[in-house]
């Protein structure tokens, strides 16, 4: 039902930063957790970071763990996601999520609610 828009992604040098944008088309309820997750072609879609809506707790991967920051700004309906000291190894399309259930997650197959996802390509 809600739709999500990503924006922010481009391609930077090893070490750079970007901060990825996800706007909904609705508020989303305090029960609900979004998500940051990217794919590579070839491989599964991964979860990077989440967030209950309601509270603010944050879940990350270990991979990306004291370099990206997820934050929200529920006045303006949107998502963000920090990157910082970026590595080749992060390129990927980034796409954000939502899950309007008990519970929050890294598991890409548990949210319903899909942007069509921001490409981000670090160079080294």
């Known amino acids: 039902q809600v739709q999500l828009q990503e924006s922010g992604g481009g391609s930077v040098q090893a070490g750079g930063s970007l901060r990825l944008s996800c706007t909904a088309s609705?508020?989303?309820?305090?029960?609900?957790?979004m998500g940051w997750f990217r794919q590579v072609p070839g491989k599964e879609r991964d979860g990077v970071a989440a967030i209950y809506v309601g509270s603010g707790s944050t879940y990350y991967a270990d991979p990306v763990k004291s370099r990206f920051i997820i934050s929200q700004d529920n006045a303006k309906k949107t998502l963000y996601l920090q990157m910082n000291s970026l590595k080749p190894e992060d390129t990927a399309m980034y796409y954000c999520?939502?899950?309007?259930?008990?519970?929050?997650?890294?598991?890409?197959?548990?949210?319903?609610?899909w942007g069509q996802g921001t490409q981000v390509t670090v160079s080294s």
């Open positions: 999520a939502v899950r309007k259930s008990l519970g929050c997650t890294l598991v890409s197959v548990y949210y319903k609610s």
């Open positions: 609705e508020y989303i309820s305090s029960g609900s957790c």
